[in-house]
T-cell receptor, first 110, second 119 residues
Framework: AQSVTQLDSHVSVSEGTPVLLRCNYSSSYSPSLFWYVQHPNKGLQLLLKYTSAATLVKGINGFEAEFKKSETSFHLTKPSAHMSDAAEYFCVVSPYQFYFGTGTSLTVIP | EAGVTQSPTHLIKTRGQQATLRCSPISGHTSVYWYQQALGLGLQFLLWYDEGEERNRGNFPPRFSGRQFPNYSSELNVNALELEDSALYLC??????????????????FGPGTRLTVT
């Protein structure tokens, strides 16, 4: 069975400080993992994906994530938060069907 | 390259009516997925179409149905609308084609959504 747990429903950081959004997964198969971002009243945009290549994945807008099989985690990080990063973030596990986490709302304080 | 498009942007219906939502995938994508994003419930998988056939279905009643056309565009129909059907309906497309487990896990590209309001 496949599932995703996003450990924080809401994260608040100050502008210029690091961002950490946590995601744990469960999968019966070798998973692909994705992070998506959703700005208010918008569709979802792909930030990055892991598909069994390098365990450290770099995405758009300075985000990156590390796949840790031993910990079944795929946490999303960014060294320095920007105001435009405020959005809802979804961790997703697949094969062939996407299983979404419940989302983490990121607030960036000026 | 054009992204996934959805129409209409907003749709207002009354309880008991039928709603039809449309989606055009990215050119070359054969798979189309439908999701419901209701307030407080996250993204719930509705339907997956690939090569014109329904491949998988989420835990939704039969009044949620759809189809995929030969040009790979798709339509989601919701019959006998209920108030709790009010949500953002998102369509996504991907390159995935075929059945079963694939070692090639394609990302999904999402459209902007259709906001359905049932009064």
């Amino acid at each position: 069975a496949q599932s995703v747990t996003q450990l924080d429903s809401h994260v608040s950081v100050s502008e210029g400080t690091p961002v950490l959004l946590r995601c744990n997964y469960s999968s019966s198969y070798s998973p692909s993992l994705f992070w998506y971002v959703q700005h208010p009243n918008k569709g979802l945009q792909l930030l990055l994906k892991y598909t069994s290549a390098a365990t450290l994945v770099k995405g758009i807008n300075g985000f990156e994530a590390e796949f840790k099989k031993s910990e079944t985690s795929f946490h999303l990080t960014k060294p320095s938060a920007h105001m435009s990063d405020a959005a809802e973030y979804f961790c997703v596990v697949s094969p062939y069907q996407f299983y979404f986490g419940t989302g983490t709302s990121l607030t960036v304080i000026p | 390259e054009a992204g996934v498009t959805q129409s209409p942007t907003h749709l207002i219906k009354t309880r008991g009516q039928q709603a039809t939502l449309r989606c055009s995938p990215i050119s070359g994508h054969t798979s189309v997925y439908w999701y419901q994003q209701a307030l407080g419930l996250g993204l719930q998988f509705l339907l997956w179409y690939d090569e014109g056939e329904e491949r998988n279905r989420g835990n939704f009643p039969p009044r949620f149905s759809g189809r995929q056309f030969p040009n790979y565009s798709s339509e989601l129909n919701v019959n006998a609308l209920e108030l709790e059907d009010s949500a953002l309906y998102l369509c996504a497309s991907s390159l995935y084609s075929g059945t079963g487990i694939s070692h090639f896990y394609y990302e999904q590209y999402f459209g902007p959504g259709t906001r359905l309001t049932v009064t």
